[in-house]
T-cell receptor
Framework: AQTVTQSQPEMSVQEAETVTLSCTYD???????LFWYKQPPSRQMILVIR??????QNATENRFSVNFQKAAKSFSLKISDSQLGDAAMYFC????????????FGAGTTVTVRA | DTGVSQDPRHKITKRGQNVTFRCDPI?????LYWYRQTLGQGPEFLTY????????KSRLLSDRFSAERPKGSFSTLEIQRTEQGDSAMYLC???????????FGPGTRLTVL
């Protein structure tokens, strides 16, 4: 079965500091997309960042960046200069097969930002 | 762009009742997805449509669940004879293109008493 593993149920970070969330996945595909989604408390899920597996360059979106290690099937998210508004549950997701449009999600990591 | 909308946002029902949820995707999106999310977990795929065709259903979708997208626009998800185990957040998402990116609605939170 294709799976996504987020090994950190909770992470806490001081405001303005950096936190890294881990994600590993299992696929036999060579070309696929990987996603990090953010779900604030009682609010809807939004896309944080997307990585295309055939691109070696790690994706960056403002304070959010990824460390994509294709051979290791690892896709971590780094949040720099953490802000109070970053407090949320973060989900790693990917399509289980190359011709899949659905996404498989990890169990999530709850990020708490301390003022 | 109004985003993905879902109605109702909350539904409380008694066990054995039928419920129906509606999702309106982003207008130009041809794909529409339904997921279920329980507290503290990631969303689990239920089913998806490309235009009006239902292309895939998860084994999570028992015969009490049915989804439709009659004109390739909005979709409905019906649960018949609800059970307490159906209590969850039901998320709808839509997408277009080849990159699997999905835009989520706010969800419908179902509580079965």
């Amino acid at each position: 079965a294709q799976t996504v593993t987020q090994s950190q149920p909770e992470m806490s970070v001081q405001e303005a500091e950096t936190v890294t969330l881990s994600c590993t996945y299992d696929t036999s595909e060579s070309d696929y997309y990987l996603f990090w989604y953010k779900q604030p408390p009682s609010r809807q899920m939004i896309l944080v960042i997307r990585q295309e597996a055939y691109k070696q360059q790690n994706a960056t979106e403002n304070r959010f960046s990824v460390n994509f290690q294709k051979a290791a099937k690892s896709f971590s998210l780094k949040i720099s200069d953490s802000q109070l508004g970053d407090a949320a549950m973060y989900f790693c997701a990917y399509p289980p097969r190359s011709n899949d449009y659905k996404l498989s999600f990890g169990a999530g990591t709850t990020v708490t930002v301390r003022a | 762009d109004t985003g993905v909308s879902q109605d109702p946002r909350h539904k409380i029902t008694k066990r054995g009742q039928n419920v129906t949820f509606r999702c309106d995707p982003i207008s130009e999106h041809n794909r529409l997805y339904w997921y279920r999310q329980t507290l503290g977990q990631g969303p689990e795929f239920l089913t998806y449509f490309q235009n009006e065709a239902q292309l895939e259903k998860s084994r999570l979708l028992s015969d009490r669940f049915s989804a439709e997208r009659p004109k390739g626009s909005f979709s409905t998800l019906e649960i018949q004879r609800t059970e307490q185990g159906d209590s969850a957040m039901y998320l709808c998402a839509s997408g277009i293109g080849l990159n699997n990116e999905q835009f989520f609605g706010p969800g419908t939170r179902l509580t079965v008493l």
